[in-house]
């Protein structure tokens, strides 16, 4: 099931984040107490973001998909950030979430195109984007501050008429 995020999922939010702690690293730093759960989710403009989860049917977090800084008008387009969690890694579990989620950003909000931005070393992350039709189109230098340091990034983009509701 892929939904939206709600504040009420902090709790299993920060305990999925904590138990996948070294999973995520160095890619990500998801919010791993209350604290840091509420700066994160009040600092996300709702107008201009979709942030959604993904659970399996006992309800254990597969991962969260943001999707943000969406621009409608002649553009319609917007970023996409996402992780997932040691519990459900290498289940195709993430495929099948941001599959739906693309679907939804298409057919719910109208949009045309999504860009993810990836660290080179993320192998795990590129070959999701890649099984999905994203296309590669280039490269960023010292991109994004993560982890202390600015991170260089690869751009990976995809229209959404490209995805198919079909699971290959």
């Given at each position: 099931?892929?939904?939206l995020l709600e504040a009420s999922d902090a709790d299993a939010l920060i305990a999925a984040n904590r138990a996948s702690r070294d999973y995520h690293a160095p890619w990500v730093q998801p919010p791993l107490d209350r604290a840091a759960f509420e700066q994160w989710f009040a600092g996300v403009d709702h107008r201009r973001a979709v942030?959604?989860?993904g659970l399996t049917?006992?309800?254990t977090i597969i991962g969260v998909f943001n999707f943000s800084e969406i621009v409608l008008a002649n553009f319609r387009?917007?970023?996409?950030?996402?992780?997932g969690m040691v519990a459900c890694a290498g289940q195709g579990l993430m495929s099948l979430c941001l599959r739906a989620g693309l679907i939804h950003m298409r057919e719910i909000v109208g949009l045309h195109r999504?860009?993810?931005n990836i660290q080179p070393g993320n192998v795990r992350s590129i070959r999701l984007v890649q099984r999905l039709g994203f296309c590669r189109e280039g490269y960023s230098p010292d991109y994004l501050f993560i982890d202390g340091a600015w991170r260089d990034h690869e751009r990976w983009a995809i229209l959404l008429d490209q995805v198919s509701a079909r699971v290959p």
């Open positions: 099931m892929l939904r942030s959604m989860i049917d006992d309800g387009s917007c970023y996409l950030g996402y992780y999504v860009e993810a």
